[in-house]
């Protein structure tokens, strides 16, 4: 189960955000400011961080460029009123992952934590083997004995994801929320488009099969 700190000086939209949260299946920890948020990072482990920017004793801001300057990984999505393109280049320049104004969307909430852990969960495996053949996320190489082949890094990442759940039906939604973000300007015509491009450069192993699943998406299957 994710575990996720609600950094939020607001009582009542802290409670309204972790128990939408613990509903959808997580864990949930909260902190009143950026202080107390620090303590229970120090105590427990934390999947990803939610954090308002406006509180008391210590910002958002402040503790977002904390985290950063000890080279946490740790996903950080900033919730706050301020809406300022300013406001969100200097949230994105400190080191946030995401950015959401308030009053706050629950649906949307849950979709962009849902987003930024699974790309969390991606980036922090790196490497991914399937009998012989590996999957290299720092190179972006994908090998079997000698055959070694070099992708882009979207056409990587979606191949990644896809050989990572074996069998499980991803929507075109899903994968551009996760591998281009939530906010991109591409429709999911885009998806198709790399699949393609996928299928003819993987044609000669045998190891996987990306299938479409007429009106849902796409899956990858294993032979047996």
Known sequence: MFRILVVEDDKNL????????????????????GHEALVRLHDTHIDLLISDIMMPNMSGYQLTKE?????????????????SM????????LGTDDYMVKPIDMDELLL???????????????????????????????????????????????????????????????????????????DERTVDVHIKRLREKTSEFSEFEIQTVRGLGYRAERPA
């Open 86 to 93: 300013d406001d969100k280049r200097k949230g994105f320049l």
């Open 14 to 33: 802290r409670k309204l955000m972790a128990a939408v949260l613990r509903q959808s299946g997580y864990e949930i920890l909260t902190a009143d400011d």
């Open 112 to 186: 962009r934590v849902s987003a930024l852990l699974r790309r969390a969960r991606i980036s922090n495996e790196r490497r991914l083997s399937i009998g012989t053949l590996e999957l290299d996320y720092d190179t972006l190489n994908v090998r079997r004995g000698e055959l070694s082949m070099h992708l882009p890094v979207k056409e990587f990442m979606l191949l990644f994801k896809l050989l990572s759940y074996p069998e499980r039906i991803f929507t075109r939604r899903q994968l551009m929320d996760e591998i281009w973000g939530p906010d991109v300007e591409s």
């Open 67 to 83: 985290l950063r300057r000890t080279r946490s990984e740790l996903p950080i999505l900033m919730v706050t009123a301020k809406e």
